[in-house]
């Protein structure tokens, strides 16, 4: 089976006219999804730049407590307090790591892959439109 429609299918120019329309249409539709990655694109990127601040901010935090719960005379509670200040600040700085690599792991290679699928859908659209205008045009010789 051909991977290239038959465009002698088209046997009117009206049918040719509804067909470039639909496949006009067909076209602006994966514009759309296009744009729709370029601003997922620069969503994640802004995500990302906000993971980091983020990420640096908690590093601040741990560096931070870290001092304090190396104070000299800290003993007992104030001592425990402050170890469990520490831990529980390393537990949320993973946290970041992990929600900032699933940000660019995973779901921004699904976006690639979505965007590569739709970059050949257009190019395959825009080679049928342009198939089907030659098709109208030897209509029109005829």
Known sequence: MSTNP???LLTTIAECDDAEAAVT???????????GYTLADKR???????????????DEEIAQAQYKAAAPGLAGQAKQDA????ELLQAQRK???RDNRADTGLGRFKITVDAAQAENQTTLLSSIRDGVRARRDELRRA
Not at 83 to 86: Q, S
């Open 95 to 97: 946290k970041i790591v």
């Open 83 to 86: 170890d469990d200040l520490v």
């Open 6 to 8: 038959d465009y002698s």
């Open 44 to 58: 994640a990127d802004a995500s990302q730049a906000a993971g980091s601040a983020t990420l640096a901010k908690k």
């Open 25 to 35: 249409l067909e076209l602006e539709t994966f514009d759309h999804r296009d744009r």
